[in-house]
């Protein structure tokens, strides 16, 4: 691996672009800086398109040398919907006991992602994944281990059930069906977000709300939430896998965070050899603007270990 040039140039930004993953699935993605900087790939969370990753922090990013990728999940965006049934009422022995009939599982979920990555010649990446995308990270990196060059884990957790529990409070909004139409979808989003944003790093409503109604234009559905849900809910404890990885790891979280305890960014940082911990106080669900900076560098220096 060649070390990152850092640049004061604007970064190239593709045009959003396809690629078929297998079993019917096709990604929508997008990258930004130059093809032969360091590949990073970064991996959102539940219901959330590539665009919830800020374009001015993939810029960031791309400007410290990486070459990024973002990419929409199966049942996200401008990708594929999966052909199968998930009702939500399904979500609540989900919840009680870990199990359910997922349609698919945080493997398959992780297979998309090394699926891409062989769509676009590259032999392995640094991982960035927030949320259900750090457990996506977390999978590939146990399953696919030589595909991954250095592993950043924010806001996320191991799969174990006894940590990175939600808030009692949120349960109610996490398994109600959803009404359809635009203008509730945005009303519902922006009450979650006023739920688990940072309570230290407040957003600017007017852009939560463009944000949202944006998400929607993209493409939004019910459905595909509740299977990624159940992937979520019916995962494995990673954590004895985590123990076996040496690829160098950064885990960031919010102490704040309802929606992901933080006690699920200790226990993988715990799980994993070597990683770094770094809490934000007053950081909720969500990645504050104010904070690019330092994730960047975080992220960076996290890459400069695999070197």
Wanted: glycine letters at 8%.
């Amino acid at each position: 691996m060649s070390p990152r040039r850092v640049t004061s140039e604007a970064p190239a930004v593709s045009a959003e672009l396809f690629a078929p993953v297998g079993n019917e699935v096709e990604l929508c993605y997008q990258t930004f800086g130059d093809p032969d900087g360091e590949p990073l790939l970064l991996v959102m969370g539940l219901s959330g398109p590539m665009t919830w990753w800020d374009q001015a922090f993939c810029e960031q990013l791309a400007s410290a040398g990486f070459h990024v990728v973002r990419y929409d999940n199966r049942d996200t965006g401008r990708s594929s919907r999966i052909a199968a049934p998930a009702r939500p009422d399904q979500l609540v022995k989900a919840f009680a006991t870990g199990r359910a009939n997922a349609p698919y599982s945080m493997s398959d979920l992780a297979g998309d992602a090394v699926a891409l990555l062989d769509h676009l010649g590259l032999p392995s990446a640094h991982l960035v994944g927030v949320s259900m995308g750090g457990m996506i990270a977390q999978t590939v990196a146990v399953e696919h281990t030589t595909r991954v060059r250095s592993l950043t884990s924010i806001s996320s957790t191991t799969g174990r059930r006894t940590v990175g529990w939600q808030h009692p409070s949120l349960l109610p909004r996490l398994i109600a069906p959803r009404k359809a139409g635009r203008e509730a979808y945005v009303e519902t989003s922006l009450a979650m977000w006023s739920l688990i944003g940072s309570a230290a790093y407040a957003s600017d409503p007017d852009a939560l709300r463009t944000r949202a109604e944006a998400t929607f234009d993209r493409g939004v559905s019910a459905s595909g939430a509740v299977r990624q849900m159940l992937a979520i809910l019916t995962q494995d404890d990673r954590t004895p896998r985590l123990r076996s990885l040496r690829v160098p790891a950064l885990v960031i979280h919010g102490t704040a965070d309802k929606m992901v305890h933080v006690s699920g960014g200790r226990s993988t940082a715990a799980a994993i050899p070597g990683a770094e911990l770094l809490t934000v106080d007053g950081m909720g669900h969500d990645l504050p603007p104010e904070l690019f900076g330092t994730f960047v560098e975080a992220i960076a220096r996290t890459a400069d270990r695999a070197s």
